[in-house]
């Protein structure tokens, strides 16, 4: 078979699916490298992936991804600008580094790059014919620029709507222009010409194909979508993973309605974000609050009595028991969701949370508070908004319906072989040439 390299941003939102895959890709018979920090060695390892650890800039500690030199002072969102550039922009060389090493030891023969693993753009931006396919995987919320909509703003039915778009549009380019100029010093650097498009852009318009990781039905329509870019349903986890269940699992028996709170595995780092003040907002409500703190020191947070709390729990286990999921907006955890049809209560802007919870609060299948600290007055009534009107509900078995139209895992193999073949195909001389 091939040899396949796979490279995620090390980040578990990134990991996770990005493994998925390449667990699925070994099991049908290829040879697969992995590539992320050494923070996830073992992880790749225990699925038996070979693993190359990226190296200098690249190699971070997700847990620190905000503790960057010079964004102290900064505002909000010039800090996230800042940490942007570090995190993203600034490793490239480190990640086109790695891929070069790889290369030389053991030729790939297709190579699969999550979202933003920008380390790829020297090669895709250098002849084509000195380099393999390269498949980009949506593993965040499709930010194509688009006159439809914008990265958070939904699609527009009024005039007004469209200027709204149109405005948010420059804002962003504004913005990240320095992002943008920084990227394409650093493509000159590498002696490859610059990016044709704005660097977001290019994520999705330089790889020979890209595969967004979600149903159609959760992501804005744009109407100039190229025909390189395809839907392919969430990637969910499919190894089984050890778990205990705990001895109050046996109440979560349907006798009253279960309301599942997470940070998830980046953005947990403060419980009073999301998941504290969920406790507080439904404490005495006649519902079991499940707390999925993603770490295990959970000392800190003020249990009520009809709440339990675990470090970890498998999505795969607990969702299907679920009535209402209250998260930050993790894409990974709303795809589950959304597979399973639980609706959600969103509260979420760092990242690209605010964008998530824009599209399931425009997909009708939950309620955007639009903020990172959640007010558990407000929790509370959106869980209460909930439960007793189904049309979140309904909405989110329609989301449902739609994921289940596809294989994802069936179209990635799909996806691989033609590009194989088609590759394969390139590399042999002409009848021509042959004589």
């Known amino acids: 078979m ?4 796979v490279c995620a941003v090390p980040n578990p939102g ?6 998925a895959v390449a667990e699925h890709l070994q099991r049908i018979g290829h040879d697969v490298t992995f590539t992320t920090s050494e923070n996830f060695r073992s992880k790749v390892a225990s699925a ?26 900064l505002s909000d969102e010039d800090r996230k600008i800042h940490v942007f550039r570090e995190r993203f922009a600034e490793v490239i060389p480190d990640q086109y580094q790695v891929i070069q090493q790889i290369s030389r030891d053991t030729p790939p023969d297709l190579i699969l790059v999550d979202t933003f693993f920008m380390g790829i753009f020297p090669m895709l931006l250098g002849p084509r014919e000195n380099r393999p396919p390269v498949i980009g995987c949506g593993v965040n919320p499709m930010i194509l620029s688009s006159a439809d909509c914008g990265m958070v703003v939904p699609p527009a039915t009024t005039p007004e709507e469209k200027q709204q778009i149109v405005t948010e549009n420059q804002v962003i380019q504004e913005k990240f222009q320095p992002v943008d100029e920084r990227i394409n010093a650093i493509m000159r650097s590498s002696g490859v010409r610059p990016m044709p498009h704005f660097f977001v852009d290019s994520v999705y318009l330089l790889p020979d194909i890209f595969l967004q990781f979600a149903p159609e039905a959760l992501e804005y329509p744009r109407s100039e979508m190229p025909e390189t870019i395809r839907y392919i349903g969430p990637i969910v ?8 269940p705990p001895v109050w699992w046996q109440e979560l028996d349907g006798s009253r309605p279960v309301v599942l709170v997470t940070q998830g595995t980046l953005a947990n780092h403060d419980f009073n974000e999301v998941i504290q003040p969920t406790l507080d907002g439904l404490a005495g409500e006649d519902v079991l609050v499940i707390v999925a703190a993603g770490r295990s020191d959970t000392e800190t947070l003020n249990v009520p009595e009809n709440a339990r709390v675990a470090s970890f729990i498998p999505f795969d286990k607990i969702l299907p028991k679920v009535d209402v999921l209250v998260t930050n907006g993790g894409y990974g955890a709303v795809n589950h969701a959304l597979s399973l049809g639980v609706p959600m209560v969103l509260s979420g802007t760092t990242e690209d949370k605010d964008m998530v919870s824009a599209r399931v609060a425009w997909a009708g299948a939950g309620i955007n508070l639009k903020t990172r600290h959640a007010n558990p007055e407000e929790v509370r009534n959106a869980v209460r908004t909930i439960l007793l009107n189904e049309q979140y509900r309904n909405a989110a078995k329609r989301l449902q319906e739609d994921c289940s139209r596809y294989d994802a895992l069936a179209e990635i193999t799909r996806t691989v072989d033609a590009m194989l073949a088609q590759n394969e195909n390139m590399s042999e001389p002409s009848l021509v040439s042959a004589r």
Not at 2 to 5: A, D, G, R, V
Not at 48 to 73: N, Q, W
Not at 237 to 244: L, M
Request: glycine share 12%; charged share 25%; net charge negative.
């Open 14 to 19: 990134h990991v996770g699916p990005m493994l």
């Open 2 to 5: 091939s040899n396949i390299l």
């Open 237 to 244: 986890p499919s190894r089984p993973v050890k778990f205990e």
């Open 48 to 73: 038996g992936i070979r693993f190359v650890p990226l190296t200098g800039k690249a190699d971070y500690d997700y847990r620190h991804m905000y503790e960057v030199p010079g964004g102290e002072d």
